[in-house]
């Protein structure tokens, strides 16, 4: 893990201006920043970033986030990958404290393993480019793949020579640990001597997301029964082979821009794709997709193409694991290549444009092809036919997203069609598997509580609509008050009192009913009794907690604003005010545009001289809402017990809170609300 100070330096140190404009033109547009958003394609800019909030909302496709999500999202990096890009971008030297040994030593021997890595990856390009032997056989092989010497650098290809010890003499003499050459799977020991474990193969680095070798695939060039045709790197630290698809490093920006993810098996299908302009292209190095794989192509894309040659053992394999790919919610097609080709020799057979059109004319969704597929072996078998009625029906169970179940149903209608059978028998079966499924997982317990008690009782009761939603339904004015402590909080009510002092003395957290809301303002109010020097809002938008850190940008994003019900319950003075405040603010947004300074500054007094009347315009609707859910409570009292003296004590009770109810909702009419 990277310590807290090292967070905290990147934090002090990151400008998102400075971070986006990486990746994005940037054009000022008064006080933000406009550009074409990166995650989605269009021509007019809709993609803002704000200096002075660091954060980032793309109001086309409605992604947001700060600076450190923003590297996520566009590079594809988990948190502690982005952290290490940022620090290393800022000449931050990054501390990592680690919670046992055991974890210490397993990052210590990754970044070791990282190293060595790099090291012979720089040595077997070395060799194929600046060695007779290299060039005269793997330079030559690779050109005779069609590989043109601009892809074979962008794939860090290379080459390992026929000589036993060739890396093993220079990576040793180089102070590497002979331990971990050996757990990296660049050398071998055999009969007590240590020899190169690729020698005479052409070397394919493998990279993970942030472009860091984690292993090889090395494929032999001569003609050897014995020999495997490929070896990889053994499983370590690094490589686990599962986890990994092929050219995903390369492939990354390409899949999101298309919004879809082409998978092949090998990894000169890869290289030539990429050649040929095709980039969206991963392979998954001919073994089944797993759970871990899918979940990185979803990481780019809910859209998977699986292109593979005719052969029919190949394509079996491919099928196997593709019903977690429809748990996982990818949409799944299929794409054979014709002739025996696979897709490296048909994209140099008939060109990029042509290899794109046959994919997009020929693919098909992945439970018809299955169907299809498994057709033509059973024949007039009834016992295969039962077996394949039974394993199509338990696919297209998995399709069982909410979301899903109109595709869920055609897939019934094709499918029964295709095979011959009752559609409502097959729809019954495919339930039978969902019901089944659902059984035998660990069920939550599902009790009422009593919020939905309190709605049920309440809607039983007269109350109007506007009453109603504020207690039950409407809790913007919650989100209201956490906004007002991000953008106030830190600010002085009074000579000695921050405001949010002030707020947590006039309210009880407990009240507050949203559940972000809550984690929010309990974050604030501890922070704030423990290290009020902390509080501001850009301490919330790159909180730790993700979850928290979400839900403080969305309420930066939009300002949230009071239930229309209750503006209008507020009285037509209100309403007023508000549309003058409206005509300055628009006045004020003309002007500053035109670089009138004495107008911005009268801006900055007019919000400022309202702070107050903001902050307690928030804290009477909470207080009102609390008055209600006691009415409520107190009315039900008065119901449900009948006995004269307790029922006179809850009809005094009834009025003092009406009384309440009334002065505050007089204070309402008359106040400014932001």
């Excluded at 547009?29 to 800019?45: I, M, S, W």
């Excluded at 490589?239 to 490093?249: D, M, R």
Aim: hydrophobic share 35%; with cysteine.
């Amino acid at each position: 893990m990277i310590s807290q100070q090292t967070i905290q330096e990147i934090l002090s140190r990151i400008d998102i201006i400075d971070v986006v404009g990486e990746f994005v033109k940037l054009k000022k547009r008064g006080a933000n920043y406009l550009g074409n958003c990166p995650f989605h394609n269009e021509k007019t800019p809709s993609f803002t970033v704000s200096p002075s909030k660091e954060i980032y909302k793309c109001f086309g496709c409605g992604k947001s986030g700060n600076t450190i999500s923003f590297v996520m999202e566009h590079e594809k990096y988990s948190y502690v990958e982005a952290l290490k890009w940022l620090a290393n971008k800022y000449g931050i030297e990054v501390e990592e404290t680690f919670v046992s040994q055991e974890q210490k030593e397993q990052y210590q021997t990754a970044d070791s393993l990282f190293i060595i890595n790099s090291f012979a990856e720089k040595f077997f390009i070395d060799q194929l480019f600046k060695t007779e032997e290299g060039r005269d056989i793997g330079l030559s092989y690779f050109k005779e793949r069609g590989f043109r010497e601009g892809i074979i650098e962008k794939f860090k290809l290379g080459y390992s020579p026929e000589s036993r010890t060739a890396f093993t003499d220079e990576a040793l003499s180089n102070q590497y640990n002979k331990e971990l050459l050996l757990k990296a799977g660049l050398i071998a020991e055999r009969n007590g001597n240590l020899q190169d474990n690729y020698r005479g193969r052409v070397i394919f680095p493998i990279h993970n997301n942030s472009g860091k070798v984690i292993g090889f695939g090395a494929r032999i060039l001569k003609t050897n029964e014995k020999a495997p045709k490929y070896i990889n790197t053994p499983e370590n630290e690094l490589y686990v082979k599962s986890k990994i698809l092929y050219g995903s490093y390369f492939a990354r920006a390409a899949i999101d821009k298309a919004d879809e993810c082409l998978l092949v098996e090998g990894y000169t299908d890869v290289v030539s794709l990429h050649q040929a302009g095709i980039e969206n292209v991963v392979a998954s190095g001919g073994t089944s997709l797993t759970i871990d794989q899918l979940r990185l192509v979803r990481k780019y894309t809910n859209n998977l193409t699986i292109i593979y040659d005719g052969d029919s053992a190949g394509v079996k394999a491919a099928l196997r694991g593709l019903d977690l790919a429809l748990e996982e919610g990818l949409n799944v097609k299929l794409v054979l290549i014709p002739d025996g080709e696979d897709p490296d020799s048909y994209v140099n057979k008939v060109g990029a444009a042509a290899f794109v059109q046959f994919v997009n004319q020929h693919k098909k969704d992945f439970i018809l092809f299955q169907l299809e597929l498994s057709l033509k072996d059973v024949g007039n078998d009834p016992a295969k036919k039962s077996e394949l009625v039974n394993k199509i029906a338990e696919s297209i169970s998995r399709v069982n997203k909410t979301e899903d179940f109109t595709r869920q149903q055609d897939y019934i209608k094709q499918s029964s069609s295709i095979l011959n059978i009752d559609e409502a028998g097959l729809n019954a079966l495919v339930n039978k598997y969902i019901r089944d499924r659902i059984s035998s997982q660990e069920r939550k317990s599902a009790f009422p509580g009593p919020d939905k008690e309190a709605v049920a009782q309440a809607a039983a009761t007269n109350f109007d609509d506007a009453t109603f939603d504020m207690l039950f339904k409407d809790q913007l004015q919650e989100k209201e008050l956490a906004r007002i402590l991000l953008e106030y909080g830190n600010r002085y009510w009074d000579d000695n009192t921050l405001i949010a002092d002030y707020v947590f003395g006039e309210i009880d957290e407990l009240d507050i009913e949203d559940k972000d809301v809550y984690n929010l303002v309990h974050a604030i109010k501890e922070l704030v009794q423990s290290n009020p020097k902390l509080f501001n809002d850009k301490y919330f938008i790159y909180h730790e907690d993700k979850q928290l850190s979400s839900f403080v940008i969305s309420l930066l994003n939009h300002p949230y604003e009071e239930s229309k019900k209750w503006i209008q319950k507020a009285g037509q003075n209100m309403g007023y005010q508000r549309t003058l405040f409206k005509q300055e603010y628009e006045s004020f947004l003309r002007t500053v545009s035109d670089g009138n300074e004495d107008e911005l500054n009268r801006f900055k007094l007019i919000s400022e001289d309202r702070t107050k009347d903001i902050v307690i315009s928030a804290i009477r609707y909470l207080k009102l809402k609390k008055i209600k859910r006691m009415l409520l409570q107190n009315q039900q009292d008065m119901e449900l017990d009948k006995a004269y003296e307790k029922f006179k004590e809850l009809h005094f009770i009834h009025r003092s809170l009406k009384d309440m109810e009334r002065e505050i909702t007089d204070q309402l009419g008359t106040v400014i609300l932001h």
